[in-house]
């Protein structure tokens, strides 16, 4: 089996022609038999860029969403509209209220919409906690158990408490995709909140026996230190990583860098980017 990424929204543009460049991600998943969207990005570019690359959002067979931030996620009516109503597989925690907070600024960051307004647009929700076939050959991670010692939460990440407080956000809700293929399994981002090698590690240990050819999507290398970055990358190559198309959360200066470090095997998954996989 074969399967088409197009990836329809992105911080920058790799296509020169018409496409809209925005602070978010959305990637079309085609394996010829079903056809998904994980996220929506900020609903600034996806209608346009899916006009631009020829997806019609009108054959979703459903929506993924992988976690409940706003450039994740904003663009759901519009999806919706688009294909008049389809399965959204989403964990229950993404529509909590969510805080970016850094330097004594918290700014809101959360689903823009109430599950009850996208529901009447169409959005039949479908809660996803464990690992899960939602298709054949196409499964969901479900909650990423946090067990390496060199990938912690990110602080700015926050919960408002009853107290006035303020909790970290642990993204239970972080949620990727993965598509078996014939050339082994491809594993598409949302932003890799839980890290990259504890995804990495759980889709290992639920589908032990097919390697991982490919990853796609943001890996939130961006706001890694330097110990983070380098134990990342020998982790990568211990999976024997064939692939790697970093975007998003990325951020340019460690795309340069794992670029420098894998040279043929990595891409920059800009909007516009169509890949086999």
Same mark, same amino acid.
């Given at each position: 089996?074969?399967? *088409?990424? *197009?990836?329809?929204?992105?911080?920058?543009?790799?296509?020169?022609?018409?496409?809209?460049?925005?602070?978010?991600?959305?990637?079309?998943?085609?394996?010829?038999?079903?056809?998904?969207?994980?996220?929506?990005?900020? #609903?600034?570019?996806?209608?346009?860029? +899916?006009?631009?690359?020829?997806?019609?959002? +009108?054959?979703? $067979?459903?929506?993924?969403?992988?976690?409940?931030?706003?450039?994740?996620?904003?663009?759901?009516?519009?999806?919706?509209?688009?294909?008049?109503?389809?399965?959204?597989?989403?964990?229950?925690?993404?529509?909590?209220?969510?805080?970016?907070? /850094?330097?004594?600024?918290?700014?809101?960051?959360?689903?823009?919409?109430?599950?009850?307004?996208?529901?009447?647009?169409?959005?039949?929700?479908?809660?996803?906690?464990?690992?899960?076939?939602?298709?054949?050959?196409?499964?969901?991670?479900?909650?990423?158990?946090?067990?390496?010692?060199?990938?912690?939460?990110?602080?700015?990440?926050?919960?408002?408490? $009853?107290?006035? +407080?303020?909790?970290?956000?642990?993204? /239970?809700?972080?949620?990727?995709?993965?598509?078996?293929? $014939?050339?082994?399994?491809?594993?598409?981002?949302?932003?890799?909140?839980?890290?990259?090698?504890?995804?990495?590690?759980?889709?290992?240990?639920?589908?032990?026996?097919?390697?991982?050819?490919?990853?796609?999507?943001?890996?939130?290398?961006?706001?890694?230190?330097?110990?983070?970055?380098?134990?990342?990358?020998?982790?990568?190559?211990?999976?024997?990583?064939?692939?790697?198309?970093?975007?998003?959360?990325? #951020?340019?200066?460690?795309?340069?860098?794992?670029?420098? /470090?894998?040279?043929?095997?990595?891409?920059?998954?800009?909007?516009?980017?169509?890949? /086999?996989?």
């Amino acid at each position: 089996m074969e399967c *088409t990424l *197009t990836v329809l929204c992105e911080n920058s543009v790799a296509f020169p022609h018409g496409l809209i460049g925005e602070h978010g991600w959305a990637v079309h998943v085609d394996n010829g038999t079903h056809r998904l969207l994980l996220d929506t990005g900020q #609903g600034l570019g996806l209608v346009n860029n +899916s006009r631009v690359m020829g997806v019609d959002l +009108s054959r979703l $067979d459903a929506i993924v969403i992988s976690h409940g931030h706003y450039d994740h996620t904003s663009g759901l009516p519009e999806a919706l509209v688009a294909c008049g109503g389809t399965d959204v597989y989403i964990h229950p925690d993404a529509f909590v209220d969510r805080y970016w907070c /850094k330097d004594g600024e918290c700014r809101e960051i959360g689903i823009r919409y109430k599950q009850g307004y996208l529901e009447s647009l169409g959005a039949r929700f479908k809660p996803v906690v464990r690992f899960t076939e939602i298709f054949p050959r196409m499964y969901l991670t479900g909650e990423v158990p946090r067990v390496s010692d060199f990938e912690p939460p990110d602080r700015t990440m926050r919960l408002p408490a $009853d107290d006035g +407080s303020w909790q970290q956000d642990a993204l /239970k809700d972080d949620l990727s995709l993965i598509v078996d293929t $014939d050339r082994g399994l491809t594993v598409v981002l949302g932003c890799a909140h839980v890290g990259l090698i504890n995804i990495l590690n759980h889709v290992a240990a639920h589908l032990p026996d097919r390697p991982i050819h490919m990853i796609i999507g943001g890996t939130h290398l961006g706001f890694a230190d330097q110990r983070q970055f380098d134990a990342t990358v020998a982790a990568l190559d211990r999976f024997g990583i064939q692939e790697l198309g970093a975007s998003h959360c990325t #951020g340019l200066a460690n795309c340069a860098r794992l670029q420098q /470090k894998f040279g043929d095997r990595f891409f920059f998954a800009a909007a516009g980017t169509r890949w /086999k996989c």
